[in-house]
Structures are given as structure tokens and as C-alpha cells.
């Protein structure tokens, strides 16, 4: 589910779009972060994505302080 894939037909008729990289991009960016993507797939349910930081308390609350501060300032 991780591994990046490329569409067979590069034309620029095909009806689907995308380079297959989003997961594999957001993969990285959370493990550049020390955190992790977890997948748990039902078939014919749907899938649950969970992603996990190894954040403390404090930094969570500075992380939020920052994101109402920079809204306050747009």
C-alpha cells in the first residue's frame, strides 16, 4: 500500500489522474517527524487510517497555541 506506482498510460486523454505517491509522500512526512501511518482494511467496509506522533502534553498545547495565533494574525 506504501510503495509508490506510476499510471500505465501517461497520455493526457486517460480518465484516471494521479502519480500514486500520496500515501508514500505522507508516509515519509510523518516518519520525518518521528510518527507512523497505520492502515486497517474490512474488505467491502472501507479502510481506517491512524496516524500517531510521539508528542508530550506540552507540546501539543504549543503546537495549538501557535495554530490560534497564526489564525488570529491572517
Known amino acids: 500500500m506504501f510503495k ?3 499510471q500505465i498510460d ?5 480518465k484516471q489522474g494521479g502519480t500514486g505517491l500520496g500515501l ?10 518521528g510518527g507512523n501511518i497505520y492502515i486497517q482494511n474490512d474488505l467491502g ?7 500517531k ?3 508530550q502534553v506540552e507540546q501539543i498545547v504549543d503546537l495549538i497555541d ?3 495565533e ?4 491572517d
Open 4 to 6: 509508490p506506482f506510476s
Open 10 to 14: 501517461a497520455s493526457l486523454t486517460r
Open 24 to 33: 508514500v509522500i505522507n508516509l515519509k512526512f510523518y516518519q520525518m517527524m
Open 45 to 51: 467496509k472501507g479502510c481506517i487510517c491512524t496516524v
Open 53 to 55: 506522533f510521539p508528542l
Open 66 to 68: 501557535d495554530i490560534l
Open 70 to 73: 497564526a489564525s488570529v494574525n
